[in-house]
T-cell receptor, first 116, second 113 residues
Framework: DAKTTQPPSMDCAEGRAANLPCNHS???????VYWYRQIHSQGPQYIIH???NNETNEMASLIITEDRKSSTLILPHATLRDTAVYYC?????????????????FGQGTILTVHP | SQTIHQWPATLVQPVGSPLSLECTVE??????LYWYRQAAGRGLQLLFY??????ISSEVPQNLSASRPQDRQFILSSKKLLLSDSGFYLC????????????FGPGTRLTVL
């Protein structure tokens, strides 16, 4: 699975958009980009994932560059409750030849602090 | 809908004592199950995974073991705890088909003294 690089920390004002970058320059064609977050003292929470196209759900939007070497997670209107560690993970989908047990490798992530 | 439970939520144990942490999943069948550990200020480390009853694979050597006695039950155990076993233990599940999205439980915070 491709390695990812994220800034160690970011700040965002409440109500503004939070844009969290992730670099995955060695990503291969069958690897997906997953985003999770972990609020303090809780288990990680799945946010969104994508392969090539931009994706949006009720939590966030995922923008993947055309060359797929980087992506940005966008929280459109950040709240104080969005303060968490955000993890960007790249892996091959199980149905595309990835490991059958679906291992996720978590890096150090980005600590996002949303302030009033 | 699917839910995942872990207990206990917190645990303080002396060095050398045994350990049993339990994880159960509701609302799905034949899930893949995972045990992760997160040491203070560190990332998540996969300890064990299971693709079915009685099928356990270990990712890292340690004095912990895992068992899956029922389809939706995953247990993490130790015969003798070490100080280095302290951490936040997380259980997760994934459907056996579809995406690789994993869903995590609330975790157990273990302190070994």
């Amino acid at each position: 699975d491709a390695k990812t690089t994220q800034p160690p920390s970011m700040d965002c004002a409440e109500g503004r958009a939070a844009n969290l970058p992730c670099n995955h320059s060695t990503i291969s064609g069958n690897e997906y980009v997953y985003w999770y977050r972990q609020i303090h003292s809780q288990g990680p929470q799945y946010i969104i994932h994508g392969l090539k196209n931009n994706e949006t759900n009720e939590m966030a939007s995922l923008i993947i560059t055309e060359d797929r070497k980087s992506s940005t997670l966008i929280l459109p209107h950040a709240t104080l409750r969005d303060t968490a560690v955000y993890y960007c993970i790249v892996r091959v989908a199980t149905n595309a030849g990835g490991t059958s047990y679906g291992k996720l490798t978590f890096g150090q992530g980005t600590i996002l602090t949303v302030h009033p | 809908s699917q839910t995942i439970h872990q207990w206990p939520a917190t645990l303080v144990q002396p060095v050398g004592s045994p350990l049993s942490l339990e994880c159960t999943v509701e609302g799905t069948s034949n899930p893949n199950l995972y045990w992760y550990r997160q040491a203070a200020g560190r990332g998540l480390q996969l300890l064990f995974y299971s693709v079915g009853i009685g099928q356990i694979s270990s990712e890292v050597p340690q004095n912990l073991s895992a068992s899956r006695p029922q389809d939706r039950q995953f247990i993490l155990s130790s015969k003798k705890l070490l100080l280095s076993d302290s951490g936040f233990y997380l259980c997760a599940w994934r459907g056996w088909h579809g995406t690789d999205t994993q869903y995590f439980g609330p975790g157990t915070r273990l302190t070994v003294l």
